[in-house]
């Protein structure tokens, strides 16, 4: 059975579901990984190149489109020859932060290795 798929302003969503929708946007192994290192500061593309995941350039690049598209970061040019952009959270995309904080609590708590993140200091995020 497929889901039938409803149009609201320029997006199709498969589902009245936030969480689902939300999933549509979020949901894969990268996308959150690129708004916690722009959270933590990272906004060329070379610093989330450098993070330790290892995000592959196709999908970083998809990636930030993504992001762009549905206005969760905006880019602004830094050098104009070759123009090169550096990436920033909207204030959609801070919102974003309370569940960053609670997944990175949840993970700390229940996975083995994982640093604490309330020893971590995150600039412009109480």
Known sequence: MTAKRKRTGERTIRTPCPVASALDIFGDRWT??????????????????????????NILAD?????????VIRKEPYQERPVRYRYLLTDKGRELWP????????????????????????PGFD
Do not use: C, N
């Open 63 to 71: 990636r930030l489109r993504q992001l762009e598209e549905f206005e």
């Open 99 to 122: 569940v960053l904080r609670a997944m990175a609590i949840w993970g700390h708590k229940h996975i083995a290795g994982t640093f604490d993140p309330d020893k971590v200091d995150v």
């Open 32 to 57: 959150l990984v690129v708004v916690r290192d722009l959270a933590f500061g990272k906004e060329r593309y070379g610093e989330f190149l450098a993070s330790p995941e290892g995000i592959p350039t």
